[in-house]
T-cell receptor, first 116, second 114 residues
Framework: AQSVTQLGSHVSVSEGALVLLRCNYS??????LFWYVQYPNQGLQLLLK??????LVKGINGFEAEFKKSETSFHLTKPSAHMSDAAEYFC??????????????FGKGTKLSVKP | ETGVTQSPTHLIKTRGQQVTLRCSSQ?????VSWYQQALGQGPQFIFQ???????GRGNFPPRFSGLQFPNYSSELNVNALELDDSALYLC?????????????FGPGTRLLVL
């Protein structure tokens, strides 16, 4: 079964510091991987996705993630945190075996706090 | 282009009651998926509708049911509500059921069961 593990339920960084949010997946087939962001009282917004093209994926708001097959990881980074980045971040893998194509399996999320 | 909308935004029900949540998919999208997000958890897949037919279901009991209409909008119905059904219910739409296709999420309906 596919699964996603996000290490660290809460990450705190200073404004201007590097953001690193960790995601590891398990998948018996080449995975399709996604990072979504959720601001308070809102739905999910796609940051970026990996669908077997370039391993370094650039997304919105200066975020990027690198697919590393050998480490089964898809960590999300941003060189310089901004106050507006404070939100909850979810890593997800697309389930290749479910009855429905494309339904997402999410990690438990990482809440990012940014200190001034 | 109109995004995914959901109604109502908030709802309070009592145990044993029934509830209907609504979702309008993004223009041009024919596939709608529903997810349940409990407090402090990631969203969990409930089911997907494609062209008015259920097209896959997650690990949810039959009292969770749905509909999709010819205009591709959708409803999620939950019967015999339990306290653990309290959650944020998210609807997502896409125009292609391919694994790599982006799902676009609505703002959700927050359900509280007392």
């Amino acid at each position: 079964a596919q699964s996603v593990t996000q290490l660290g339920s809460h990450v705190s960084v200073s404004e201007g510091a590097l953001v690193l949010l960790r995601c590891n997946y398990s998948s018996s087939v080449p995975p399709y991987l996604f990072w979504y962001v959720q601001y308070p009282n809102q739905g999910l917004q796609l940051l970026l996705k990996y669908t077997s093209a370039a391993t370094l994926v650039k997304g919105i708001n200066g975020f990027e993630a690198e697919f590393k097959k050998s480490e089964t990881s898809f960590h999300l980074t941003k060189p310089s945190a901004h106050m507006s980045d404070a939100a909850e971040y979810f890593c997800a893998v697309s389930d290749p075996y479910g009855g429905s194509q494309g339904n997402l399996i999410f990690g438990k999320g990482t809440k990012l706090s940014v200190k001034p | 282009e109109t995004g995914v909308t959901q109604s109502p935004t908030h709802l309070i029900k009592t145990r044993g009651q029934q509830v209907t949540l609504r979702c309008s998919s993004q223009s041009g999208h024919n596939t709608v998926s529903w997810y349940q997000q409990a407090l402090g958890q990631g969203p969990q897949f409930i089911f997907q509708y494609y062209r008015e037919e259920e097209n896959g279901r997650g690990n949810f009991p039959p009292r969770f049911s749905g509909l999709q209409f010819p205009n591709y909008s959708s409803e999620l119905n939950v019967n015999a509500l339990e306290l653990d059904d309290s959650a944020l219910y998210l609807c997502a739409s896409t125009n292609n059921r391919d694994r790599g296709e982006t799902q676009y999420f609505g703002p959700g309906t927050r359900l509280l069961v007392l």
